[in-house]
């Protein structure tokens, strides 16, 4: 693959999604943030999103080597056992 804003070569690389002492891949998500917990269910979770039966996919980035820029793809399912924040 070739670097869509000046052609250079692209390398491989991932963001990564940090949490409490701990590193997964970031994902994309489909649709929007669904927001129906209850703020107790919120509290109790950490989080205000929820995230059960999503369409995820990992987030691969490609960064250019001439000019730093960067192109992300969700394209790949994430890997068998992949956490994804808060489900």
Same mark, same amino acid.
């Given at each position: 693959?070739? *670097?869509?804003?000046?052609?250079? +070569? =692209? $390398?491989?690389?991932? =963001? ?9 891949? !970031?994902?994309?998500? +489909?649709?929007? /943030? ?6 107790? $269910? ?8 929820? =995230?059960?039966?999503? $369409? !995820? ?6 960064? *250019?080597? !001439? *000019?730093?820029?960067? $192109? =992300?793809?969700?394209?790949? /399912?994430?890997? /068998?056992?992949?956490?994804? !924040?808060?489900?």
């Amino acid at each position: 693959m070739k *670097c869509t804003a000046c052609g250079g +070569a =692209l $390398e491989d690389g991932f =963001l990564p999604d940090m949490g409490h002492a701990q590193v997964w891949a !970031a994902v994309w998500v +489909a649709g929007h /943030p669904s927001t129906k917990m209850s703020f107790w $269910e919120r509290f109790r979770s950490g989080g205000g999103v929820s =995230l059960e039966e999503v $369409e !995820a996919r990992t987030i691969d980035a490609k960064r *250019c080597t !001439a *000019c730093g820029h960067l $192109e =992300l793809y969700a394209t790949r /399912p994430p890997e /068998p056992g992949t956490h994804v !924040a808060g489900t």
